[in-house]
C-alpha cells in the first residue's frame, strides 16, 4: 500500500484506533476454518467493561476487529479470485470479505451467549487468539431476504449447488 | 477516555487505519436527522479504485466510516440514556449505536445505487459530508428476525408504538 501513487489525492489521512479488548478463541493460528460454531470470549480492557450495560438483552453483536497479522499487498488483494479459485471471477477488495484489505477491519455478526464481568462470550466470531477488538455493537436488524442481491456470491452458491465447485 | 486508570491491562495498543475515500453527502453538519433516504457519494482515492470490481451486483453494502467529529468523554458516554431521553434506561454505549464511542467507527448497511469511475453512490448512509471512510464490503446476509432480540429497542419501540413517547 505504502508504495502506490497517490495522484494527488489530498484527502489522505492516518487515522488511530485503540483495542478496546482482545479475542480469546481456541483458534490460534490463521486456518481456513468454519466459524460458525466457534465459541470464544471478548475480554474488555476494565475501564471500558461499564460500557456493557444493557447488551444482555439483545441476541447478536456486531464486533468490529483489527485483523492485525492481514497484510494488504495492493498488486495482490487490490483485484483478486476469492480463495484462489480459477473458477471465481477476478473481484476487487471491496466485493469480497477478503481479511487483506487497506484496511484491516473486521466486521462480524455473532450471537451473544453471555455479558460477564470480564467482557461477553459469542459464538461465531472469525477471529484468531489475541485479535485486538476495536468495538461493538448492538445488532438491530438486516435487509430482508427479498431485497438483498449477493453478486458473485450467489453465482458461486448456485454452482457449488450444481456440483460446478467441488 | 485519556484520563482513565488502565489498571495493569497490558493490551492497550494504538493502531492506525487511513481513510481510502471521503463521503460527499447533502447533510453537511452534525444534525439529527431522519438518514434513510439521504443519497451521498462515496469517493474513492484513485488507487482504490479497481477495488470497486464485481460490486455492482450486489445491492446493499457495508460502509465503515471514521466519525471524525464525534468525541468519546468516558464521564458522559460510557453509560448513557439514549438521545439523553429521561425514558430510556441508562445503556452502555457497547449497547447503543451512539456516534461518541471509544473507538469513532460507523458501520452502516446501505442501498448501493450505483458504482461509477470515483467511487458509489448510496442510500441511507448516516455520515455527514466529509466523512473519511475506511472501509467497504458487500452485504452478504443477516439475521433472520424471528432469531432476533433487540433488547432496550424493542422496548422503546413497543413503548412508542403505545403513544408513551413521542
Chains 1, 2 share one sequence.
Not at 501513487?5 to 490460534?28: C, D, K, N, W, Y
Amino acid at each position: 500500500m505504502a508504495n502506490s501513487p497517490r495522484e494527488g489525492f489530498v484527502h489522505e489521512t492516518e487515522l488511530m484506533v485503540r483495542a478496546i479488548g482482545r479475542v480469546e478463541s481456541p483458534v490460534q493460528g490463521t486456518v481456513d476454518c468454519d466459524w460458525g460454531p466457534v465459541e470464544s470470549r471478548i475480554v474488555l480492557d476494565p475501564q471500558y467493561r461499564p460500557g456493557l450495560q444493557g447488551l444482555d438483552d439483545f441476541s447478536h453483536v456486531v464486533v468490529v476487529t483489527y485483523l492485525h497479522l492481514a497484510a494488504f499487498d495492493a498488486a495482490r488483494h487490490l483485484v483478486r479470485r476469492p480463495r484462489g479459485l480459477a473458477t471465481m471471477p477476478e473481484l476487487g477488495v471491496f466485493a469480497q470479505r477478503a481479511k487483506d484489505r487497506p484496511n484491516p477491519l473486521g466486521i462480524t455478526v455473532v450471537r451473544l451467549l453471555g455479558v460477564a464481568s470480564y467482557g461477553v462470550t459469542v459464538q461465531g466470531l472469525d477471529a484468531i487468539d489475541g485479535t485486538p477488538v476495536l468495538d461493538l455493537k448492538p445488532y438491530l436488524s438486516g435487509v430482508p431476504e427479498e431485497k438483498l442481491r449477493r453478486g458473485w456470491l450467489a453465482d458461486a452458491e448456485a454452482r457449488r449447488a450444481r456440483g460446478m465447485l467441488s
